[in-house]
Structure formats: structure tokens, C-alpha cells
């Protein structure tokens, strides 16, 4: 990971939060790396194949870690398909 271990920890802290919710319903998410402002994430078990996951991504995860680092520009998923 290229960005500092600050960055990361609050990331982490972030999905933290949300990882009882997605366990509930199958699923979990980790960090994969932070380049350039842009968190990329690997979603696992449910959120892999869950039609929502997007959404959770965008209206969960980013907005998340956005209140607790603003310099973060987005939220990607490395393996669901973009519609940005």
C-alpha cells in the first residue's frame, strides 16, 4: 500500500464499522490498497455476488470514510464491475 499507515488505520476503522452488517448477511470486505486518493477493496462471500454491494460501497463505505478522511476521492470494489 502507498499511503501512510494513518490513512490506512482510519480505512480499516471504517469497514470495521460496517463489517458487522455485511457479516449478518453473508458477506465482508478488506482492504486491498489506497493509490492516489482512491481505496480499492475486495468484496467477499455475499458482497461478491449482491446486487446491493454498490450501493454499499457508495452510500456505506465511502461516505464512511469520507467523514474521517476527506482527502479519500472514492471507493472501488477490485472485482464488481464500475458504473461510475
Do not use: H, W, Y
Not at 460496517?18 to 458482497?47: Q, S, T, Y
Request: contains cysteine.
Amino acid at each position: 500500500m502507498t499511503e501512510n499507515k494513518e490513512l490506512i488505520e482510519k480505512v480499516n476503522n471504517a469497514i470495521e464499522q460496517l463489517r458487522p452488517f455485511l457479516n449478518a448477511d453473508g458477506g465482508d470486505m478488506e482492504l486491498v490498497e489506497i493509490v492516489d486518493g482512491v481505496v480499492k477493496v475486495r468484496l467477499m462471500g455475499a458482497c461478491s455476488e449482491c446486487s446491493m454491494s454498490l450501493m454499499t460501497l457508495k452510500a456505506g463505505l465511502e461516505e464512511a470514510i469520507k467523514l474521517v478522511a476527506p482527502e479519500i476521492k472514492a471507493v472501488e470494489a477490485i472485482n464488481i464491475p464500475s458504473f461510475a
